[in-house]
């Protein structure tokens, strides 16, 4: 399957930042071709990046409401993402569970709205340094996969991202064989729940991903890709992350 290399530029940038960082990212793209690339700016810069046009680029968001439309001041309904130019949308991720108390049932929700409006939901899951240390892992991302991905994921074409919670923005990345051991376990769960669809949905991992350890990373088996956080942010650091996965 072809690689995702997705960007989450988090609550990062200006309008003229925005603009400049997918400009280069998009002229750079034609420098990987193996793989998909994606940037996912802060909703106020989602509608100027998708409309810059050209090849090569995909855009999407960052988090979306469970509901279509209705009195939800300061959220972001799926079909507003569409009606701008979003094809992707990032939900569950780590940030959002903790910070504003997300759970798995909120994000099955909203995958669910992503999906009726036509987005294909990227779904984070990922364990505490705490749980690992207790050999929960496994455990906790199964947990999180089962209570989150909604029954018609595998028909869209939906991606799981795993991001262990302690490896994001902090430099440090699990081992190879600890994160080949995770994919690997998400592939048995997508296969389970799924079935044959199963083996193909996209797996990406993200945490911390640099251009120094993307290539030995995305040679891991099940490894389909890769969310990116602050690597992102930085054009010619994203392209060399996208044409590792080559």
Not at 28 to 37: H, K, V
Not at 101 to 112: G, I, L, M, N, T
Not at 228 to 234: D, E, I, W
């Amino acid at each position: 399957m072809r690689p995702l290399i997705a960007g989450n530029w988090k609550m990062h940038g200006s309008l003229a930042e925005a603009a400049s960082l997918a400009g280069a990212v998009r002229a750079g793209a034609a420098g990987a071709p193996a793989a998909e690339l994606l940037v996912c700016p802060p909703f106020p810069y989602v509608h100027l990046v998708a409309s810059q046009g050209g090849a090569g680029l995909a855009v999407g968001a960052q988090d979306c409401h469970a509901a279509a439309k209705g009195a939800h001041t300061g959220d972001v309904a799926a079909p507003m993402l569409k009606d701008i130019g979003a094809t992707y949308v990032i939900l569950g991720h780590s940030e959002r569970r903790a910070d504003h108390a997300e759970s798995d049932a909120k994000v099955r929700a909203k995958a669910e709205a992503a999906l009726a409006a036509g987005l294909i939901p990227i779904v984070c899951v990922g364990e505490s340094e705490a749980q690992r240390l207790a050999g929960e892992a496994e455990a906790v991302v199964t947990a999180q996969l089962d209570g989150s991905l909604p029954d018609g994921f595998a028909a869209a074409s939906g991606v799981v991202a795993y991001e262990p919670v302690w490896a994001i923005g902090t430099g440090r990345t699990p081992t190879e064989p600890d994160i080949a051991a995770i994919h690997a376990a998400i592939r048995a769960n997508l296969v389970r729940r799924f079935g044959k669809p199963g083996e193909t949905l996209r797996i990406l991992y993200g945490g911390s991903v640099k251009p120094g350890n993307a290539k030995a990373i995305l040679a891991l088996p099940h490894v389909d890709g890769a969310l990116v956080g602050g690597a992102s942010l930085v054009a010619t650091d994203f392209l060399a992350i996208a044409a590792a996965a080559g």
